[in-house]
């Protein structure tokens, strides 16, 4: 793009490895490769043919300092839409660097995090979208994760908001005729058929908007505290879900003081994972400190998870946690642990005063029935990831949110008689949220904060 300096990064994760990468991307990132890259066929690499990787000597001032391959993609036919090189090298930690210097010291200038495809962007090779879920890609930590950032979902996405968007454009070309040209019949739609297009659109985005519960539990995770009195088996059901003993397990009440996170990948959500000290009365000031960041984390949590121990009778501890949790905003779930053992308690006396249980055996069972519950919670079982459109970001949900606002006030001018400018002005405003979801009107400020999560290199 014109005005942008030429650009190189490592584009592979550093350290020892086989073959590592080195995009150089700009109007000069041509010259820049035929300085640094000798191709043994002697003909230059600015001469060789597009998208063929070309085999010769790496040089720094010069002089070879290693043997590997050099692709050429020439504008617009590259990932960033401008002349980009990528050199691979072999993988040792010095070399990489080495030859990255090279690139710096022929003209290059080091690329910021993200900077190849905010490049890609302001192209428009991608939509703002695209690069979101690219970013997402990055930092997937689950199956479904990758699935609901990849192409093929991200392109759903990206097309049912363009038909929102492509919709509501005609709707408002259609109203700006008949307020320029009152006296003429032109505009497309008559009253009758603007209020039927407008309940179209907000059916739609209403739908989109149901996909974020979805997508934010694949792809932000769901923040989940495990809670219960001393013993009850806290630690072992967190290190089952965990997959791994994470947490210290003994017989000695008050083992855990402090809360123990991680983030867990649990069929197709995400747990932003708590295990809390027990709850209950305590002298000692350490534990009190950890009893108190338990409750804490119980009031700020979307899922809670109630460990009850049904090896044992119910305590004055276990009713003071049953009041608790009708007090708290988040979903909870009853789990009825040690199924291993003989009950002592009618189940029932829990399973009245909670919307959800599961009976389990932390210590013996897998974590097969609660991932089950959890996902029946937390997803539409009618989506599929990977294939429908699902809002997966924060961003996406605020924009479809501001733009049925828009639309919703429209319709309700039409419905109340009042003149055409009035739902129009809407419209319009509807129109802007919807063009900031794909970045065409978007602030700067909001493509900063995109870009400045992805490594250097992207």
């Known amino acids: 793009m014109e005005g942008f300096s030429t650009i190189a990064a490592i584009a592979t994760p550093p350290g020892k490895g086989g073959v590592a990468v080195i995009r150089i991307s700009g109007a000069e990132a041509f010259r820049v490769a035929d300085r640094i890259f000798s191709p043994k066929n ?3 690499l600015s001469e060789q043919a597009a998208r063929t990787q070309v085999y010769g000597d790496i040089l720094l001032e010069g002089d070879p300092i290693d043997d590997g391959l050099a692709t050429r993609f020439p504008a617009p036919h590259s990932y960033t839409g401008e002349d980009t090189v990528e050199i691979s090298c072999h993988g040792g930690f010095l070399i990489t660097k080495m030859v990255l210097s090279a690139a710096l010291a022929a003209g290059a200038s080091i690329a910021a995090p993200g900077e190849f495809t905010r490049r890609a962007f302001m192209n428009g090779k991608l939509s703002l979208t695209d690069a979101e ?3 997402n890609l990055l930092e997937a930590s689950s199956a479904a994760a990758v699935k609901l950032a990849s192409a093929k979902s991200r392109d759903r996405l990206s097309a049912a908001m363009e038909e929102i968007q492509k919709d509501a454009v005609a709707l408002m ?7 320029d040209y009152p006296d003429e019949d032109l505009g497309d739609f008559s009253d009758a058929e603007s209020i039927s297009l407008l309940r179209s659109l907000l059916s739609r985005l209403d739908a989109l908007i149901a996909t974020y519960r979805t997508g934010r539990a ?28 994470a947490a210290i397990v003994t017989e000695i009440e008050g083992t855990t003081r402090d809360v123990l996170e991680r983030t867990v990948p649990l069929g197709q959500v995400l747990l932003r994972l708590s295990d809390t000290a027990g709850i209950r009365e305590t002298s000692d000031v350490v534990e009190r400190i950890g009893v108190e960041k338990t409750h ?3 009031e700020e949590a979307e899922l809670i998870l109630a460990v009850f121990d049904t090896s044992r009778p119910l305590t004055e501890e276990d009713e003071a946690l049953l009041r608790e949790l009708e007090t708290l905003s988040g979903t909870t779930v009853a789990i009825l642990n040690k199924s291993d053992l003989p009950a002592v308690f009618d189940p029932e006396v829990i399973q009245s005063r909670v919307t959800h249980s599961l009976t389990l055996s932390a210590k013996q069972s897998d974590a097969t029935p609660l991932c089950a519950l959890i996902e029946q919670l937390f997803t539409d079982g009618r989506l599929t990831v990977g294939e429908d459109a699902i809002v997966s970001s924060a961003r996406q949900h605020a924009g479809l949110l501001k733009a049925k606002e828009h639309f919703s006030l429209a319709l309700e001018a039409y419905l109340a008689g009042l003149p055409t400018d009035a739902a129009a002005s809407d ?8 063009g900031e979801l794909c970045g065409r009107s978007v602030s700067e400020a909001i493509v900063s904060d995109i870009f400045s999560r992805f490594c250097v290199g992207k």
């Open 42 to 44: 002697q003909k230059p």
């Open 133 to 135: 879920a690219i970013g």
């Open 173 to 179: 070309g259609s109203l700006f005729a008949r307020i």
């Open 218 to 245: 694949v792809n932000e995770g769901i923040a989940t505290v495990i809670c219960g009195k001393p013993n009850a088996g806290k630690s072992t059901l967190y290190n089952l879900l965990v997959g791994e003993d």
């Open 296 to 298: 804490r984390c119980m």
């Open 427 to 434: 419209i319009e405003r509807a129109i802007g949220a919807l």
